[in-house]
């Protein structure tokens, strides 16, 4: 028999898979040809830090372009690792390739999840596996009756999926047309649970992006009755080149302030999805990464990746201080009120280069949407106390803004006309009338540029938060001297 404190033990952890306010990252698994089990452990531990509670591992079928049969084995690494970090993964299968030499079975697929069924580290949701996909509605092979396959193929083994995919068509269509893409969702695909609304990005519009789609999807789940979670995206950039001479593969998304704008719909309850998916771990050639980026040289290194013509856009284009700006949001989301704030930091980002820079380089075609971002640098402040953050580019000295130490603060300051033969940015935190912290932007802003890019470079100044992020931190003396802080630590075609 169980007691009365076993029973709402269990109660507990119902409500808790129930209503889980789990963050999940998305970790493309082509990036990880060179990883063994420590490298998992490393990339999990740094996401861990920030409250990540597990990787959608997207991967396309092993046999889909060449042989990538190499991806099932780092699948079962990642799984081993999780295990033993007590993180968490779920499958994220691409289902967008249309040119595929061997395509997704729901054979293969259910062999998959039921291998790993049992590791602690498979995430469910309402006790079933859960299971996301990049597509599955615009290539022929996929669809309703692909799902329904896959879900009789686990059932015959006793096991049963949470199926919550990203069906990019609604998504996208979505953004203009939110309840009735929802309904249209629904009915053309009964199958699903649930729903990952892939659209994280402003479409094609210099505006921000608003929750009205989010909340569509998650209430036309609910009125339909679907028991699967509504998975909500967060990104904080848009951006890639696949020079290939075709216009649709060259844009940018107008992402200026995206990542602390569309972190706030969630703490501002304009939405509460049951999970959200940071869109992304490791997506590189798509400029959204929050890990730290690989040694470009070091072919040794576990996380070696190769990126051909669009590292061009990515090497020197660190990302990592934006996990502080996920880090303090997700506490915020996860306990419901924002977290005390400890100490003095400033994360600011910017292009390299003005929108009508003239590159050597870059796109075959024009960059869709490239009138759309502001020639400016963005700085979001996070103070313990009161404080004046002023920001320099080039001729445009000290613009401040205030960050009064009750939470984050936001302020910009534009490219120069002139920026001569390249400016570097420069950012300093203000209090009682010394500057406590002063930093410079680890890559130069310039008209003249070898290879076109809309990819930010982001920095930051004051205290770290956690090993890895790399970020230019000086701290003032009182004898006016420097103290250095400094600590080491492809995508497929869509139209966004």
């Given at each position: 028999m169980f007691s009365l404190s076993t029973t709402l033990a269990l109660s507990a952890l119902t409500l808790r898979i129930a209503s889980a306010a789990d963050?999940?990252?998305?970790f493309m698994v082509m990036n990880s040809y060179a990883y063994d089990v420590d490298q998992w452990k490393k990339d999990m531990s740094d996401a861990q830090q920030i409250g990540i509670d597990g990787f959608a591992l997207n991967w396309i079928p092993p046999y889909c372009q060449g042989d990538q049969g190499w991806t099932a084995d780092r699948i079962g690494d990642a799984f081993t690792a999780a295990e033993q970090m007590g993180f968490k993964l779920?499958?994220?299968?691409?289902?967008?390739?249309?040119?595929?030499?061997?395509?997704?079975?729901?054979?293969?697929?259910?062999?998959?999840?039921?291998?790993?069924?049992?590791?602690?580290?498979?995430?469910?949701?309402?006790?079933?596996?859960?299971?996301?996909?990049?597509?599955g509605d615009y290539v022929s092979q996929y669809?309703?009756?692909?799902?329904?396959?896959?879900?009789?193929?686990?059932?015959?083994?006793?096991?049963?999926?949470?199926?919550?995919?990203?069906?990019?068509?609604?998504?996208?269509?979505?953004?203009?047309?939110p309840s009735g893409q929802a309904s249209q969702l629904l009915s053309d695909f009964p199958s699903i649970d649930?729903?990952?609304?892939?659209?994280?990005?402003?479409?094609?519009?210099?505006?921000?992006?608003?929750?009205?789609?989010?909340?569509?999807?998650?209430?036309?789940?609910?009125?339909?009755?679907?028991?699967?979670?509504?998975?909500?995206?967060v990104s904080p950039w848009q951006y890639k080149d696949l020079n290939n001479g075709n216009p649709l593969d060259a844009w940018v998304a107008f992402s200026d302030t995206l990542f602390p704008d569309r972190f706030a719909q969630l703490t501002n309850k304009e939405v509460q999805p049951d999970i959200i998916e940071i869109l992304t771990w490791n997506d590189f050639c798509e400029s959204h990464y929050l890990r730290d980026l690989p040694d470009q040289h070091d072919t040794s290194a576990k996380d070696y990746v190769v990126l051909g013509d669009m590292g061009n856009y990515v090497w020197g284009q660190n990302h990592a201080p934006w996990r502080i700006i996920a880090k303090y949001y997700i506490s915020w989301w996860k306990s419901g009120s924002p977290p005390p704030i400890i100490m003095d930091q400033v994360v600011y980002w910017y292009r390299v280069h003005p929108k009508d820079a003239s590159c050597y380089y870059g796109s075959s075609t024009a960059i869709k949407n490239a009138n759309m971002p502001a020639d400016a640098m963005f700085a979001w402040a996070l103070v313990k106390d009161s404080a004046t953050i002023s920001m320099t580019v080039g001729s445009n000295q000290y613009h401040t803004f205030t960050a009064d130490g009750s939470g984050p603060a936001m302020g910009q300051v534009a490219f120069p006309s002139d920026l001569g033969g390249g400016v570097t940015p420069e950012v300093a935190i203000v209090r009682d009338g010394q500057t406590i912290y002063t930093g410079k932007g680890s890559q130069t802003i310039s008209?003249?540029?070898?290879?076109?890019?809309?990819?930010?470079?982001?920095?930051?100044?004051?205290?770290?938060?956690?090993?890895?992020?790399?970020?230019?931190?000086n701290k003032m003396t009182s004898s006016k001297k420097h103290?250095?802080?400094?600590?080491?630590?492809?995508?497929?075609?869509?139209?966004h």
């Open positions: 963050v999940f990252a998305h779920a499958h994220s299968f691409d289902m967008s390739y249309s040119e595929c030499n061997t395509y997704w079975t729901p054979q293969y697929m259910a062999q998959i999840l039921s291998k790993y069924a049992s590791n602690p580290a498979t995430y469910r949701w309402n006790g079933d596996i859960l299971v996301t996909t990049y597509g669809g309703n009756d692909f799902f329904n396959q896959l879900k009789a193929e686990m059932s015959y083994s006793n096991q049963y999926i949470s199926l919550s995919p990203a069906l990019t068509k609604y998504s996208m269509a979505g953004y203009d047309d649930g729903y990952l609304n892939w659209q994280a990005w402003p479409l094609n519009v210099q505006e921000n992006i608003t929750a009205t789609p989010d909340q569509a999807f998650q209430s036309a789940l609910k009125t339909a009755g679907k028991k699967g979670p509504y998975i909500m995206s008209s003249s540029c070898q290879w076109q890019n809309f990819n930010p470079n982001v920095n930051l100044v004051g205290d770290g938060t956690n090993q890895g992020i790399v970020g230019v931190n103290r250095r802080h400094s600590h080491r630590h492809v995508r497929h075609i869509g139209d």
